[in-house]
């Protein structure tokens, strides 16, 4: 069982930067690979960026590549998202997800268990 809490969303405006930690707990979190994904009303989640158990491999959606990087604290159990030159269009509930396996995945059926999400706004 793993248990995810998503923190630091809020309001910014565009160009600005916002950093989200995924705090886990349980014993599987340390062996799980962990994804953040957004979600605007009416559609299914989108996925945003992926670590894999260890950190050393990563992987990103084309949308933010360049502008976010995820990173892995594996002593204090956070994967974190940070954001940078954030753009309107970014504006949507992220969360964490962890999986049952160490390895990647870029769907989100792919993933077992979810934090609550958190908001992020991004204003003109």
């Known amino acids: 069982q793993v248990q995810l809490v998503e923190s630091g969303g809020g309001l910014v405006q565009a160009g600005n930067s916002l950093r989200l930690t995924c705090t886990g707990s349980g014993y599987s979190f340390s062996a799980s690979a962990i994804g953040w994904f957004r979600q605007t009303p009416g559609k299914q989640p989108e996925f945003v960026a992926a670590t894999n158990w260890n950190g050393d491999i990563v992987d990103y959606a084309e949308v933010v590549q360049g502008r976010f990087t995820i990173s892995r604290d594996k002593a204090e159990n956070t994967v974190s998202l940070q954001m940078d030159n954030l753009k309107p269009e970014d504006t949507a509930v992220y969360s964490c997800?962890?999986?049952?396996?160490?390895?990647?995945?870029?769907?989100?059926?792919?993933?077992?268990?979810w934090g609550q999400g958190t908001q992020v706004t991004v204003s003109t």
């Open positions: 997800a962890a999986r049952e396996g160490e390895h990647i995945a870029t769907f989100h059926r792919g993933y077992r268990w």
